[in-house]
């Protein structure tokens, strides 16, 4: 099979090309060899980012001296915790698209034959893998790794930390300034993704967990030097890829083949059993778009009740962290007993030539014989201030093989029978909305509570500050939606100031937005449809009675049908205001309009919605 970089290289047609190529430092004797694209997301302004300038150049050298043609580009990478609590969170979704596009179009407008992708946070992981689908050219990925836990001294004790715990302490009514200072100083100590079970780290495993990644990839500290060995086996790992496709016409390399339907569904026991983002189901049914797999909502509910959660990290359990899961054999120790427990598709193929079962027991840490496993993941935080990749390798003294009651467990020993992500449907979310499970109190597994409505995270904010939300009370925040949005913002900051008011595990929340992977409590979100959409989320009033019951995966609204099609009719009176939310000042750009017309609801991923792209193709036509 022709290199898809011939059509930009090979023949006399291509002589001012080669010209061009020769000006970027191609030598003469590189044509015809595989051109492998570096999807580089350095950016200054992300922790979890700022050390990968120096790896690209790593890659790209190891990539030459494997025979590739190696040419890095870049795209950009929002930080969801800069931008959390304000109006630039409306950007962190939508900015999904903005990457997957990018990379979509420097591989396809420069005929790149294969993809490494250098990723780590939230939203940029999920729109590579969404790029690398629609491409459907060989791709690894290799994280920028996972921050380091803190440490704090806090109120006599000495305590692990997070990022997360920064809205617990400062949030606290009694916070002195001088805890401030020191959890700040304290909270994030080294570059990397941040330190729990959020987003960015729970799509980094699920990479490792699909074959797209090596071994490690979800859990070696940033900082390790173990970390440099990933990127050097990844980009040798892409030009052998390449030539496995090209030349030997191997397309169970290709992402689509690894992504299948079997691939995906390891990708979302994966996440139930890790208590990984509720946001992975989002981006997971991205994905499943992009690589043209049926795979629904519905999948999900299915393999949850499925699934027993086997890992708890932080926020679902306190001071457990990354570097932990790492210890107990990351994710490699996860797939093994999901295999054993046969819950994993065994055969899927994987970016590194083997099926999944196959390496999967040779990354095994409980098999004595595997000693180069268990040196892996014995690599540990260095414990000091860092920025850089590399910067230390300290190790861990013994690794955490106790399935009973260790970071990871067996399926006998699960912490719960069913999954950490649980989807719940009811006359308040009839195409359903999502709860991390794994991080809800048992006492609020099945609740009752009354509704206080907010149109916006501000306003929702103000009333938990101010005391109007009590004990019993479940604070609804609408119009936060893809759509109503635009761009469906993050809701950690409310889910954070209810814990720091000690209401964590007495109240409720509940919106048509989405949260952070550090969230936990009883905290739905996705609800669909949204309030912008006619969603019944919109009719809610202050008062209204609102069951939750997780078991059953019921969430209800307790207010009579003939007076929900009162309020609807009521609704649908306010003409051009029907269905926007009240008083609310919102500056909304151009580009976030956009979004917001295209997006899909969150119940299939929030990702553009082809369907109405299509009717909008037909209408021009007809104009």
Same mark, same amino acid.
């Given at each position: ?62 990539? &030459? ?63 590579? =893998? ?29 305590? &692990? ?101 079997? /691939? ?19 981006? =997971? ?6 690589? /043209? ?45 999901? =295999? ?5 598709? &065994? ?139 635009? /761009? ?32 936990? /409590? ?85 990702? &553009? ?6 009717? =909008? ?7």
């Amino acid at each position: 099979m022709k290199l898809r970089s011939d059509r930009v290289t090979v023949g006399p047609m291509n002589t001012g090309v080669r010209a061009l190529w020769r000006a970027t430092g191609t030598a003469p004797e590189e044509f015809g060899r595989p051109i492998i694209g570096i999807a580089n997301s350095f950016t200054e302004m992300v922790p979890g980012h700022v050390h990968l300038q120096a790896l690209g150049r790593l890659v790209a050298k190891e990539i &030459r001296a494997a025979g590739g043609v190696p040419k890095e580009f870049n795209t950009i990478a929002v930080d969801d915790g800069i931008a959390m609590g304000h109006e630039g969170m409306m950007y962190s979704l939508p900015s999904r698209e903005i990457i997957a596009d990018a990379v979509e179009y420097m591989a396809n407008a420069h005929a790149v034959d294969a993809l490494i992708c250098l990723s780590n946070c939230d939203k940029i992981t999920p729109a590579m =893998l969404m790029a690398a689908n629609r491409l459907n050219i060989p791709t690894i990925f290799v994280s920028g790794g996972p921050m380091e836990s803190g440490k704090f001294d806090y109120r006599g004790k000495t305590r &692990r930390i997070d990022a997360i715990d920064t809205i617990y302490v400062a949030g606290a009514p009694d916070a002195t300034q001088a805890e401030i200072d020191a959890v700040e100083e304290s909270a994030c100590p080294t570059c990397g993704s941040c330190a729990l079970m959020g987003t960015a780290n729970s799509m980094n495993c699920l990479t490792e967990a699909l074959g797209l990644a090596l071994p490690g990839n979800g859990t070696i500290v940033a900082t390790h030097t173990d970390r440099e060995d990933l990127f050097r086996k990844a980009a040798h790992r892409i030009v052998g890829m390449a030539h496995a496709y090209y030349r030997d016409g191997d397309d169970s390399v290709l992402p689509r083949a690894i992504c299948s339907r079997e /691939g995906l569904e390891n990708a979302v026991r994966m996440t139930m059993a890790i208590g990984g983002s509720t946001n992975t189901i989002l981006h =997971l049914l991205a994905v499943a778009q992009e690589s /043209g797999v049926d795979f629904t909502i519905d999948d999900f509910d299915r393999i949850s009740r499925e699934t027993p959660c086997l890992c708890k990290v932080s926020p679902s359990a306190h001071e457990v962290f990354i570097e932990d899961m790492h210890r107990a054999g990351g994710v490699m120790a996860v797939v093994s007993e999901l =295999l054993k427990a046969g819950l994993y598709n &065994r055969d899927n193929p994987t970016a590194l030539g083997k099926p999944v079962a196959e390496y999967a027991a040779e990354w095994d840490i409980t098999d004595p014989a595997n000693d180069e496993a268990r040196r892996l993941f014995s690599a540990g935080p260095g414990g000091i201030r860092s920025i850089r990749a590399f910067s230390q390798s300290s190790r861990f003294r013994e690794l955490d093989t106790d399935r009973a009651t260790g970071v990871i467990r067996d399926a006998d020993h699960a912490f719960t029978a069913e999954g950490g992500l649980a989807v719940l449907r009811g006359n308040l979310a009839p195409d359903s909305c999502v709860v991390k499970s794994a991080g809800v109190p048992e006492n609020l597994w099945q609740f009752r509570g009354t509704a206080i409505v907010s149109e916006s995270m501000e306003e929702a904010l103000e009333k938990i500050r101010n005391g109007t939300v009590q004990a019993g009370h479940v604070v609804v925040i609408r119009h936060e939606g893809p759509r109503g949005g635009p /761009g469906m913002r993050e809701m950690l900051t409310p889910t954070g100031m209810l814990k720091a008011v000690g209401l964590g595990d007495k109240a409720a929340l509940i919106t048509d937005g989405r949260f952070s992977g550090a969230t936990s /409590g009883l905290s739905v979100g996705h609800v669909s449809p949204e309030a912008a959409s006619g969603g019944v989320i919109g009719l809610v009033e202050d008062g209204d009675p609102i069951e939750f019951d997780i078991p059953n995966r019921r969430v209800h609204l307790d207010v009579s049908d003939e007076e929900l099609d009162r309020r609807r009719a009521e609704m649908n009176a306010r003409g051009d205001k029907a269905w926007r939310p009240v008083n609310r000042v919102r500056q909304v750009s151009t580009s976030l309009r956009i979004f917001g017309l295209m997006a899909a609801s969150a119940d299939k991923g929030g990702a &553009r919605d082809t369907e109405k792209l299509d009717r =909008l193709e037909r209408a021009a036509i007809k104009a």
